[in-house]
């Protein structure tokens, strides 16, 4: 199995994303996905420079991929995907289906995005068709569906699974960052930029809940799937995803990487594991 870098779901000062990005340079991933998924005012990184810091992880070494946004609201979104698909350079992964269409017409391969929601063997022959060589369970599916799916997934079509991270649950044409601070989405003073790993919400009993990030929410606890790495090889996954979060990433990486390399391996820290397990998301299932 690989082990891949998802692309960063938050919002970060542009420095602090090309130190980011400097760093994973030198650490073991094999594949780095890159670019704005969650929301298009987020400008801290311009094209340019999302292709600058791509042509710089493609020097040391990793495979890199450029993500394309999961939510297309507006002419100039459509602009900015057909930019992101004519680069030229770069495999896309396509998180919609306006993504999908324009890689099918310039017949170009690519990966299927998690919030394609493929849960069935025909759609995922359908998406191999149209151009798919790689796709990405989505993080609410089972171990039970994905074996279902994998009897019938097309030859030489790659598996990835979420692996660890918070957990993007849902998209909205509304923004719920701007909404907490009473601003209106077209003037939300970019107040995501303040929250790195996204705002917390809790019950009335202060129970954590979700969390917001924008347009987005999110799991409250981070999905941890190190101990069913096993369970995955056997699965036949070909690829796990760790998804960037502000701090101690190093060590996350580190931890799947001895893994890979059938080496003990522990995360400290509340997770939760339900969804592989065919449980609540939020529950922690032990192996036994």
Known sequence: MKLSLGPNL?????????????????????????????????????????????????????????????????????????????????????????????????????????????????????????????WVMPPESSRATLAGILEEKPA????????YGRLPLAWSARCFTARRFNLQKDTCEFK??????????????????????GIQTMSARTYNLLREMPQMAQAGVDIVRISPQSQGLADVIAAFRGALDGKAAQLAGDWCNGFWHGKPGLELVENK
Not at 30 to 38: M, Q, R
Request: glycine share 6%; hydrophobic share 45%; with cysteine.
């Open 10 to 134: 938050f919002y970060w000062p542009k420095q602090a994303t090309l130190d980011f990005y400097a760093d994973v340079a030198k650490q073991p991933v094999d594949i780095v996905y890159l670019g704005e998924t969650t929301c298009s005012r987020r400008h801290e990184l311009r094209a340019e420079d999302w292709l600058d810091v791509a042509q710089r992880l493609a020097d040391a070494g990793k495979e890199v991929v450029l993500s394309s946004q999961a939510l297309i609201e507006s002419e100039s979104d459509l602009k900015a995907l057909r930019r992101l698909v004519d680069n030229g350079r770069f495999a896309i992964e396509a998180n919609e289906m306006g993504a999908v269409r324009l890689l099918a017409e310039k017949k170009l391969p690519f990966a299927a995005g998690m919030s394609l929601n493929v849960f069935n063997g025909h759609t995922l022959g359908l998406l191999a068709d149209m151009g798919a060589t790689r």
């Open 156 to 163: 030489g079509l790659q598996t990835e699974v979420f692996a």
């Open 192 to 213: 995501c930029i303040e929250f790195p790993d996204g705002l917390a919400v809790k019950t009335r009993e202060k129970e954590e809940f979700l969390v917001i990030n």
